[in-house]
């Protein structure tokens, strides 16, 4: 034998004098009427809900006692750096998401090569925009947040259901919004019982809001989304939706001056993701610089990119400009 | 009023001790074993729902014999710790020894502060990033817990098992090859009364160290067959070549038939493995 642990001393778990449960321990009555030590009486399919009752201080939704009273505070949270352009779109059995690299400090470019797409779990994605920091912890939590479920109850959420936990971590943050560390979600997904790909986003009170076909967030939404309206087909391939998301994201860039476009000096293309009935997956840095090559190549004959037919009926010009 | 009688605390742990063993010894045993490509995990179980093996976290795996409701409860809040210490610092700050640890003060805590002790027993594995990092806890309903290198067995008929399983493990086996192991040792004589090895009663699981972030795998139909079959692939030549006639052909089925006639350990890998500790000479059963 090695160690041997003779029970006496409490886990680190076990909480301090103020644990209403150490009560039923000191009672001797762990296993069966009181609670058993530590959290085993805490737990919860819900890793957010168990957080918020047992460590409430490592929610990231919580205000700041006294913040955006004065001037000076709001000056230090617009001062934050902030996410900026998220397009995604949902192609053929599945949906693309893509973002671009930068983080902007007011008029400053705080970094260039920030990621804001990330795997949620097998079959979903999530990017963000807003608080860069705050937006690190709400991935971390909705990673963690899904990943708990699937252990604790041996199923994954569907993904509606992901969803809707998103939104309530998003409403979670509704105080903070009102403070100025806003950040705002756009969740993409592979619904496995309808073999397609979903979008949802969210507002800073929740949501959550299916878009169809394709969606932007961020700074630069909306010239992303214009793009992408004129450039989406139904059923596309996911290469092609990946190649019309980078095109979006150069038209932001183009027009909005907190996306970054792609960064050929330095090498830093937008991070493209693809989540299809073979799960979650981002695409290498060759690939995203393929995608990115070929956009700026068509950008030195076309700078304003591919047009679209004018009159319906047409096939879509990109191909014979 | 009634006296309470005085019970001797050495009485009262004794008496404990026995309750859970006795509740332990009723369930069959389990194996846990390194293999080269990870950590490989084989229990009984005929339900495919309630299981005994799981996923604690990226690399780590969680395995109990016992009641269920109470390991069940142990493996939750194992899943609880171990998501808010990665949660809390980093993902790769969560390690096997923390989860054994905290299992083992609080069964600790348990046995002495409970009327009713726990009547389970859990193994906690981790694999490394190279097979030295492999690490496998055992820890019992007293809160004891041992570092097992390399395999090990635990339940009712933990050291039978045990035996059987030392005599067939050696360091950087195959998943077949390891597979066959622990299926030769769980069919031990006691160890339950199935004679018989189907993949429905059996719950198989795996850490694969190839595998990026959750390295945790379940095993089962198709896959699990193919296993099954492959592990007996690996050690029939040896028992069945020998025999090397006409009837030879039918020798891995045929040796299964008579039952009366063989070993009572179940098909497949022990008959085998017996069969060539007899030595070439011996045809398993020429009739």
Same mark, same amino acid.
């Given at each position: 034998m090695g160690s041997y642990y003779d029970g006496q001393q409490s &886990?680190?778990?076990? *909480? *301090? $004098? &103020? $644990?209403? =449960? #150490? !009560? @039923?321990? !000191?009672? @001797?009555? %762990? *296993?069966? +009427? *009181?609670r058993p030590p530590g959290f085993m009486g805490l737990q919860s399919s819900s890793f957010a809900d168990f957080l918020g009752s047992h460590s409430p201080g490592l929610l990231p939704s919580r205000t700041v006692p006294g913040l955006g009273t004065d001037g000076g505070s709001g000056q230090a949270i617009r001062d934050l750096p902030h996410a900026t352009t998220i397009v995604a779109a949902v192609c053929e059995h599945g949906v693309v998401m893509a973002g671009d690299r930068r983080a902007t400090l007011g008029s400053m470019i705080a970094k260039r090569d920030v990621e804001k797409v990330f795997r949620s779990d097998e079959f979903s994605a999530m990017g963000y %925009?807003? +608080? @860069?920091s705050v937006g690190i912890e709400f991935v971390r939590l909705f990673q963690v947040e899904l990943e708990h479920y699937e252990k604790m109850e041996g199923r994954s959420l569907s993904l509606e259901g992901k969803a809707n936990r998103l939104a309530w971590m998003v409403r979670g943050n509704l105080g903070a919004a009102m403070q100025g560390l806003v950040v705002v979600p756009l969740f993409v997904g592979y619904d496995e019982e309808a073999d397609r790909g979903?979008? =949802? #986003?969210y507002d800073v009170a929740g949501g959550p809001y299916e878009e169809h076909r394709f969606y932007s967030i961020g700074s630069g939404s909306l010239f992303a989304r214009g793009a992408l309206k004129k450039l989406y087909v139904d059923d596309m391939p996911a290469g092609d939706a990946a190649l019309a998301c980078v095109q979006a994201l150069y038209d932001a860039a183009d027009d909005d001056s907190a996306t970054g476009g792609p960064d050929m000096t330095r090498r830093i293309f937008p991070v493209i993701a693809t989540v299809t009935a073979d799960g979650f997956r981002k695409l290498s840095e060759a690939e995203s610089e393929d995608y990115a090559q070929q956009v700026v190549q068509g950008r030195m004959a076309a700078p304003d990119g591919p047009t679209a037919p004018l009159r319906n009926g047409q096939p879509p010009s990109g191909g014979h400009a | 009023m009634s006296m309470p009688f005085y019970v001797s605390p050495e009485q009262a742990m004794r008496d404990k001790a026995d309750y859970a063993r006795k509740g332990i010894a009723r369930g069959r045993s389990c194996v846990a074993l390194q293999y080269a490509g &990870?950590?490989?995990m084989v229990a009984p179980n005929p339900s495919s729902a309630l299981h005994k093996i799981s996923e604690i976290y990226d690399r780590i795996a969680f395995a109990a014999v016992g009641r269920y409701n109470e390991y069940e409860n142990l493996r939750k809040a194992g899943v609880t710790y171990a998501d808010i210490t990665g949660y809390q610092f980093a993902r790769h700050d969560v390690t096997a020894r923390g989860i054994a640890n905290w299992y083992a003060q609080t069964l600790g805590t348990i046995f002495t502060e409970s009327n009713k002790p726990f009547e389970v027993e859990i193994v906690v594995a981790e694999v490394g990033e190279q097979p030295s990092g492999d690490q496998i806890y055992r820890i019992t309903f007293d809160g004891s817990v041992t570092d097992e290198p390399g395999f090990v067995a635990f339940g009712g008929q933990a050291d039978q098992v045990s035996a059987q399983l030392k005599e067939r493990y050696s360091d950087g086996m195959s998943l077949a090859e390891a597979f066959g192991a622990a299926l030769s040792a769980l069919s031990v004589p006691g160890n339950g009364d199935s004679k018989e090895v189907v993949a429905s009663q059996l719950e198989v699981a795996i850490l694969d160290r190839a595998r990026d972030h959750r390295t945790f795998r379940r095993i089962r139909t198709a896959r699990l067959d193919e296993l099954i079959g492959e592990s007996r692939a690996l050690t029939a030549p040896a028992g069945t070549a020998p025999a090397g006639t006409a009837p030879a052909g039918t020798a891995p089925s045929g040796s299964n038939a008579p039952a009366d006639s063989g070993p009572p350990t179940g098909p497949g890998p022990s008959n085998s493995d017996r069969g060539s500790g007899l030595g070439d000479g011996t045809p398993p059963n020429p009739a």
């Open positions: &886990g680190p778990f076990a *909480g *301090g $004098d &103020g $644990d209403p =449960f #150490s !009560a @039923g321990r !000191a009672a @001797g009555s %762990a *296993g069966l +009427t *009181g %925009a807003g +608080t @860069g979903r979008i =949802f #986003s | &990870g950590i490989l």
